[in-house]
């Protein structure tokens, strides 16, 4: 058989395999449920600094390395992971970072602010080992693709003493970005860049609530009684 031949045959079945080894890299460690963002001290004896400020550094984000997009860019066939362009990349990050913002800014114990100090709590958050289960494009000519999560990621945040520069705690809670409802009545939205920012959003603004919380509990159990 022409060597060009069995090359043209195999393809598609290493781009399978390709694809399929990518999704399979998904960190154990990043997996952990922890929706009320529970704190994890990094040392028995730390002891948090009173604080009436909080600061929130710039969003770190990490992606789940996927095989990239072979063929008909815009068909999916049977892949249920796919790469973000750079741009949807920011928008993410910049999605997440105003609605934490927002969250912590409706606080009525400590104010949120822009540079480090006394008095400051500082808190780094990440989005680590991101998925994203929508396509690229939407199949042209085709039905449309419904998919019950838009994607998913696991939030990591530092509790970070800003006077010093110590970490002090950690929170971390694995999440995917479902929606709440659908017309469909199946609880699958459409994979196209509307109904996946509407459902990132969502995710964002739970998570930012949830913070909000966790953020105003620590408040008051390093206040000074």
């Known amino acids: 058989m022409n060597a060009r031949i069995v090359v043209a045959a195999m ?4 781009l399978a395999a390709a694809t399929a080894d990518a999704e399979q890299q998904a960190d154990p460690s990043l997996q952990t449920r922890n929706p009320r963002l529970d704190v994890t001290w990094l040392s028995p004896d730390v002891r948090l600094p009173p604080f009436d400020k909080v600061m929130l550094a710039p969003f770190e984000l990490q992606f789940r390395p996927v095989a990239p997009m072979a063929g008909t860019a815009n068909f999916p066939g049977t892949r249920t992971e796919f790469p973000v362009a750079e741009a949807d990349q920011q928008q993410l990050a910049d999605t997440f970072a105003r609605i934490f913002r927002e969250e912590l800014a409706a606080s009525t114990n400590f104010a949120l602010v822009e540079a480090p100090g006394a008095d400051v709590l ?19 000519g085709r039905s449309a693709v419904f998919v019950d999560t838009v994607g998913e990621a696991t939030l990591v945040l530092e509790f970070v003493d800003a006077a010093s520069g110590r970490t002090l705690a950690t929170a971390s809670d694995r999440r995917a970005a479902e929606p709440a409802g659908s017309l469909t009545g199946f609880g699958a939205v459409r994979a196209n860049d509307v109904a996946a920012g509407q459902e990132v959003r969502r995710l964002a603004r739970r998570w930012g609530m949830a913070l909000r919380q966790r953020a105003e509990q620590l408040y008051f159990a390093a206040k000074p009684r």
Do not use: G, H, K, W
């Open 122 to 140: 500082l808190i780094r958050p990440a989005l680590r080992d991101i998925v994203s289960r929508v396509p690229p494009q939407e199949p042209v």
């Open 11 to 14: 393809l598609p079945l290493l």
